[in-house]
Each structure stands twice: as C-alpha cells, then as structure tokens.
C-alpha cells in the first residue's frame, strides 16, 4: 500500500499504520483493558483489546483458548488460511465467509519485558476498499508498543508525545476540536488542538482565542485566562473561588500553566 493510502494511529502505548479512511470511533479503559475500534465511511472496520500482564502470559494457554473460539468461526467459514509468515510475533487467521466476508482475528504476544498483550479484529466486506491481506500486512509490519519514557499519541489529525506517567482520563474528540485530558498523581493536563489555525489568525491573536476556549471550558472553573502578548497566556483565579473549588481541594493542587503553540505544517493551534 502507498505511503500516502495510510497513516499512523498511536494509543495508550500501542501504534500502528492503518487504511487512511479508517478512523478512531470508540475508545475505553475498563480494568486495566484498553478498547478501540476504528471505522470507515461503511462499518466498523477494526476492534483491537490491550493489556499490560502484571506476569509473564503463558503462550500455550493463549494459543489453546483462540483455537477453541476460533473453532466456530472454522465451522461457519469457507475458506481459513493462516496469517503471512512476515507478520512476526502474530497468530490467527483470515476467514473467508459469504457474500464476500472476510474476518481476520489475531493476538500478538512478544517475549519483550512489558509487552501488553493485544486482540484484534478485522472486518471487510463488499464495501471494503482494501484488499485484506494487504490491510493486515500494514498493520502487523508498522505495530510498535512503547511503554516508558515518551508515549505516541496520534488519531485523526493529531499527533504528539507525553510522559508515560500520565494516564487518559477523559476526551472529547470533534472535527475541529480534540480535546483529550489526562492525570499523574495529583496533576491534571488537558490537550486541545483546533483545526483551521489560518482562519482563527484572521479573527485576532492565537492568544486571545486560546484564551476564550479555556475561560468557555468547563475543564477550568475558577480561572480567568488572557493573552498577554500574542502568543502568550496569563491567568487569575477568579474571584468566587479565593480557596479553590472541589476538584482542586480533592487533588490538592491549584497551580496552572497555560500555554499555546502554532503548528503550521498542520495548520492546527494546540493549548
């Protein structure tokens, strides 16, 4: 597939090259499991499950368990072929169904110390533009995990680097907004990036921009934020709140930092 029919999707600790049409439509975290799914513009097209073991997973249990689910799939399949042999460190198959069905289901476990151990699934049917093999062939050659130091985070047109001692709390991920928040210990740090930074420069400063999307933010009640210089940001705490508010007496922490950068090649304003 040509360079330019991908891009690179990075989550909690997990990244991959996918389809170009294929975009985050759901996320969670429940117990330690992460979940996304990706869709095109027809159907879910990927649901992929992570965990980081807490031990060492026993690879013959693993392989035993898929090949009991897998055996119904077997059964209502026409054709099973295995996963290309360049597709290291992956076990599963391609399922050939009906009416152009295709399912591809595989686990990826690594010797690697602190390797999370992932499931996915992936779907294609007559709507499919991609051809499977090629699909999965992406996928398995450009998968990496990461899981100290810095952390790749990219989906949809965002993309950026944080400590692994934070964690997502929360997002809110529209077409010109992705708003993504995350906590370590006592800290909180919320991630905007708007889309259209051209347009938002026509209307004033980045600064004065930044500044009414944080002081509209429900993330930051007891702020006042302004621009001090056009691309700088200053704040007060407002008056309402001398002590602080619930959340800041419950974390412990009422100091800010507000701040914004320009990103031309993307023409986005994160803050």
């Known amino acids: 597939m040509a360079a330019t029919a991908h891009h690179r999707f990075a989550w909690n600790g997990i990244s991959f090259d996918v389809p170009r049409r294929w975009e985050l439509s759901e996320h969670r975290t429940t117990r330690g499991v992460t979940r996304i799914a990706m869709e095109d513009a027809a159907a879910v097209r990927l649901e992929c499950e992570w965990l980081y073991p807490r031990r ?11 090949l009991d689910r897998a055996k119904s799939l077997s059964d209502l399949a026409e054709r ?3 996963l290309p042999t360049d597709a290291l460190g992956w076990t599963g198959h391609f399922y050939r ?10 686990y990826h476990q690594s010797v690697a110390a602190g390797a ?3 499931f996915l699934r992936l779907h294609f049917d007559a709507t499919s533009t991609e051809e499977p093999a090629a699909a999965f062939r992406l996928l398995a050659r450009s998968f990496q995990f990461a899981n100290d130091g810095l952390i790749p985070w990219a989906c949809y047109d965002v993309s950026f680097l944080l400590d692994c ?8 991920l529209d077409a010109g907004r992705k708003h993504l928040i995350f906590g ?6 919320c991630l905007w990036h708007f889309s259209l930074a051209n347009l938002i420069r026509e209307r ?3 600064a004065e921009f930044a500044a009414n999307a944080l002081n509209t933010s429900r993330s930051l009640p007891a702020l006042h934020v302004t621009a001090d210089g056009p691309e700088t940001l ?4 407002k008056r309402r709140y001398p002590i602080g508010h619930a959340e800041e007496i419950g974390r412990w922490c009422f100091r800010y930092h507000a701040g914004l950068r320009h990103l031309p090649e993307r023409n986005q304003l994160a803050v």
């Open 204 to 206: 004033g400063t980045f």
């Open 56 to 66: 060492a997973v026993e690879v013959e249990t693993v392989r035993e368990r898929y």
């Open 80 to 82: 099973v072929d295995p």
């Open 165 to 172: 001692r934070f964690r997502l709390t929360g997002s809110s």
């Open 184 to 189: 370590w210990g006592l800290r909180r740090l």
């Open 116 to 118: 999370p151990f992932v």
């Open 234 to 237: 200053a704040w007060r705490r």
């Open 97 to 106: 169904m009906e009416e152009q069905r295709t399912l591809v289901i595989a």
